[in-house]
């Protein structure tokens, strides 16, 4: 038997349509159907009269994670330029985008605890998501889709109590990694759901080029930010948790999931790493170029986000406008080897699959 | 039970929404507003804006009439005979408030402007009336004509001066009658008008 799961289904995070072959309650194979949130991403950036006008659409691409995605954009558009960034302007940048990390972990974990039926993390990861959201309205006015960064550095400096506000949030966020800790990752119920289910082995997610925590998740010890540091990164000490099966096999649900709440705490190191040796002064906007005209020629500029590699490959003309963006996104890798995962897997489990493996429509899409 | 309680007793978490408001920080993106007054005309928040949202018609300001100056203290050359801007369309992106020499556009903190046509989402910050904006067209486009014609007039004058010179020269290289000398510059350079 086939059936539809989604497009609108409580637990597929976005628009996202499965056809399941079902022998019985058992999953024989999985087709996923994409493009409901098509919105031509790559076509509006060759149409743009500016590299800089791209940087908001690139937001849109992941929304959950926005700063990541600008980060990758700005970063493959200096190397273009061959453009130096201020020392501060990188700190910040480094530190807004470790917050939207956490912030897109919470989310992640959050809902993932949600579809297995545990609805009171979720309220714990919103309380926290919360307040780094209002750290990034206070610097750069929005709560989603910020335009922060600019090519050459951001578009305004920080507010004034920037520093003091994540401090204080790093410290406040321990405590709670802990409590989500004794709530779900050794609540049994949770355990049982997701231990030894959607087991991707390493060599197919090498195969499949997967990245990000799914990799990770897979035993590979795999992060651009340490394997091929951008920005400043390589100044910064950070461990690159991996899964060790420790409930069940190597790469299952549980280790995917771990391997999230393991990262936000390496997140807060580097963003206390940051903050201590961030400097206080420094116009942000002083290497901001009038006109962005690259050289004829083609890049390719990777950075690790919340989920994965995203890599930016942009073709100059010399003209004013991008020749071609094409963007490399992790969801879209991720969403590829789920017919792999989920074979003989059962309906119920599928949730959990789609839910450790934290996809964002708006990426796959773009 | 004993944590429930504890909560009743405790300081509100939530706001009352419609009474009571969240302040929102200094510079959340909002609503889109422009001072009018300290607009000069130059379009960069148009160029500037990746959706296309702001539509600006500017004409020039005839030469009897002076418009003053900004608060900032830039003249102002043009009249706004339309500063449209199209809240429908506009994506929050903050990037039409930076390039402004006069930061007369900016974002206000007012969000509860939905409405059920979305036309009403297409604010207007022209403060000219319909007939001031005809007047002030009729005038500069009778300026313009009037400078146009003053441009060719003064073409054709430069034309025949240089005319006149041409031949003089001619006059004296037929009377020195030398060839050695350099005859072959028919017009002076430097003179060509555009």
């Not at chain 1, 190397?79 to 501060?88: D, G």
């Not at chain 1, 490399?328 to 839910?355: E, N, T, W």
Request: hydrophobic residues 35%; aromatic residues 8%.
């Amino acid at each position: 038997m086939t059936i539809n799961m989604g497009p609108q289904h409580p637990s597929t995070h976005g628009v996202l349509r499965l056809e399941l072959d079902l022998d019985g309650e058992v999953i024989k194979n999985t087709r996923p159907n994409i493009g409901y949130l098509h919105r031509c991403f790559e076509k509006y950036a060759e149409k743009m009269d500016d590299y800089s006008k791209v940087v908001p659409y690139t937001d849109r691409m992941d929304y959950v994670s926005a700063m990541n995605q600008e980060h990758g954009y700005v970063i493959a558009v200096e190397r273009m330029l061959e453009l130096e960034v201020p020392e501060r302007v990188e700190y910040i940048r480094v530190i807004l985008a470790e917050l939207q990390r956490i912030a897109s972990h919470l989310l992640g974990i959050g809902t993932f605890g949600l579809d297995l039926g545990a609805f009171t993390p979720f309220l714990y990861c919103f309380t926290e998501r919360e307040k780094i959201l209002d750290i990034f309205e206070r610097t750069s006015g929005a709560r989603l889709l910020y335009n922060y960064f600019a090519i050459g550095g951001l578009i305004k400096d920080v507010h004034p109590d920037f520093k003091k506000d994540t401090a204080e949030f790093t410290k406040t966020l321990r405590p709670v990694i802990k409590e989500l800790n004794d709530l779900l990752s050794t609540n049994q119920i949770f355990i049982k759901r997701t231990a030894n289910i959607g087991v991707l082995p390493e060599k197919v997610a090498l195969n499949y080029g997967a990245s990000g925590p799914v990799l990770r998740g897979s035993g590979v010890e795999w992060d651009l930010r340490k394997n091929d540091p951008y920005s400043i990164y390589d100044r910064f000490e950070f461990d690159i948790p991996t899964g060790m099966g420790e409930v069940g096999t190597i790469g299952d649900c549980w280790d995917r999931y771990i391997v999230r709440v393991r990262e936000m705490e390496q997140s807060l190191r580097i963003i206390e790493q940051a903050l201590d040796s961030m400097p206080d002064e420094g116009d942000v906007t002083e290497a901001v170029p009038k006109r962005i005209r690259p050289k004829e020629g083609e890049l390719y500029a990777r950075t690790e986000t919340p989920r994965g590699e995203l890599g930016y490959y942009i073709i100059s003309d010399k003209s004013a406008s991008p020749y071609r963006v094409k963007a490399r996104a992790p969801s879209f890798v991720h969403l590829g080897l789920l017919p792999a995962i989920s074979k003989g897997a059962l309906i119920a489990d599928m949730v959990a699959i789609v839910g450790s493996i934290d996809i964002v429509l708006g990426e796959v899409d773009r | 039970m004993g944590v429930t309680i504890r909560h009743f007793f405790g300081p509100s978490v939530t706001l009352q929404y419609p009474k009571e408001r969240m302040e929102l920080p200094k510079g959340a993106r909002a609503k889109l507003y422009v001072n009018i007054d300290d607009c000069i005309g130059c379009n960069l928040c148009a160029r500037a804006c990746p959706v296309n949202c702001i539509d600006i018609e500017t004409v020039k300001a005839t030469d009897d009439v002076d418009l003053g100056k900004t608060s900032t203290g830039n003249p102002k050359r043009f009249w706004l005979t339309r500063f449209n801007i199209d809240m429908a369309k506009c994506m929050y992106c903050d990037m039409c408030v930076h390039p402004c020499p006069t930061n007369c556009i900016y974002m206000v903190p007012e969000y509860e402007y939905s409405d059920v046509d979305r036309s009403n989402l297409v604010f207007h910050f022209s403060n000219l009336t319909p007939d001031m904006v005809a007047e002030v067209k009729e005038k500069a486009e009778e300026e313009a004509e009037q400078k146009k014609r003053e441009r060719e007039e003064m073409k054709r004058k430069k034309a025949e001066a240089r005319k006149k010179k041409e031949e003089e020269k001619k006059k004296q290289a037929s009377t020195k009658k030398n060839d050695k000398s350099d005859d072959d510059k028919p017009s002076t350079p430097g003179k060509k008008d555009s």
